[in-house]
């Protein structure tokens, strides 16, 4: 049976009424999983994961669309993270038997039903973009909500895929595409310096002329007191979060400076954790699930349980 996981962002990461009610229609729809919700008060966000058959997961990522656009209003959210949208992303990911191009056509599929039903302007990216501008996420969602809101509709660059040529009033625009397994994972540093965690961040990310595949921000999470780099890994197999830890350890030494943890945003596939046990020199037995927590202890992967990994959800 073909499997893909389906991984939308929703601006939402305070009100766990909300959320759940958002998260919640997943396991309401036939044919879909719901695999975890992830919520961060600072970056006001949750990352909902869910996976299935093809029209389950289209089915389920429409019914979060639309419960989403009903109840998050974005001109009354705050949040460290850069958003546009109540759904803010929305991407479909391959995993068993189905193949990217599949995953393309289901993401063009959600975006014209979510721009024609819902009135949400629509923008697709990554292996779905319709221009090469639009493949990275950043470039779209640059300005955010407030500035589409003024730019739609005057700026031919702004143009969405789908959907009406104005912002949604309240649930802004979202991004919708088909992507590889993209890792959001994030390291706390032991420092309320939130320069360090910028610092090191313009260092790494690719677009700076970083680590290949790594998107990063830095942020100061208030409520732990900590700066944060926030990253997001879009293949693994070029940069794997255990180079992105070491690289991190490394130049958060250099400003005499440690790393507190690291967070699993979502889940990870075996293989990443498999690429990682090689990469810390941890012998990769038989038994995955002592592999994995060799793993997370060796990168300070703050609650690890086995449920952060997708095949555990899937057996």
């Known amino acids: 049976m073909a499997i893909i996981e389906c991984v939308p962002n929703i601006s939402e990461g305070r009100d766990k009424a909300r959320i759940d009610a958002i998260g919640s229609v997943v396991n309401q729809t036939k044919g879909a999983k719901l695999v975890s919700i992830e919520s961060d008060a600072d970056h006001n966000r949750s990352v909902i994961t869910f996976a299935g058959d093809e029209i389950g997961v289209y089915d389920a990522a429409l019914a979060i669309f ?57 923008y697709l990216y990554e292996a779905a973009a319709t221009r090469k501008e639009r493949k990275n996420l950043a470039d779209i969602r640059k300005g955010q909500f407030e500035k589409l809101r003024e730019l739609i509709g005057t700026d031919e660059s702004r143009v969405p895929d789908f959907g009406p040529n104005k912002i949604h009033p309240t649930a802004g625009a979202s991004a919708i595409g088909a992507r ?93 954790m498999t690429v990682c046990a090689r990469q810390r020199k941890i012998e990769v037995s038989n038994d995955l699930d002592v592999v994995n927590r060799e793993v997370a202890e060796s990168l300070k992967v703050k609650g690890y349980t086995p449920k952060m990994v997708l095949e555990n959800h899937l057996s």
Not at 190 to 210: C, F, L, M, N, W
Not at 242 to 256: D, F, P, S, V
Request: hydrophobic share 40%.
């Open 66 to 122: 639309r419960k989403a656009t009903g109840l998050i209003d974005l001109n009354k959210h705050q949040g460290e993270h850069p958003r546009m949208g109540a759904v803010d992303v929305c991407p479909f990911i391959p995993v068993k038997d189905v193949t990217m191009e599949e995953c393309v056509k289901l993401a063009k599929r959600l975006g014209r039903r979510v721009g024609e039903e819902l009135g949400v302007p629509v």
């Open 180 to 272: 590889f397994f993209l890792i959001a994972f994030n390291v706390n540093l032991a420092t309320h310096d939130v320069d360090v965690a910028k610092s090191i961040a313009q260092t790494i990310r690719e677009k700076d002329g970083g680590m290949p595949g790594v998107k990063a921000l830095g942020f100061m999470l208030e409520h732990e007191g900590v700066a944060q780099v926030s990253m997001n890994l879009v293949d693994y197999r070029k940069t794997s979060p255990a180079q992105a830890y070491t690289r991190i350890e490394e130049l958060a030494a250099a400003k005499g400076v440690k790393i507190k943890e690291s967070e699993i945003v979502g889940v990870v596939p075996q293989e990443s």
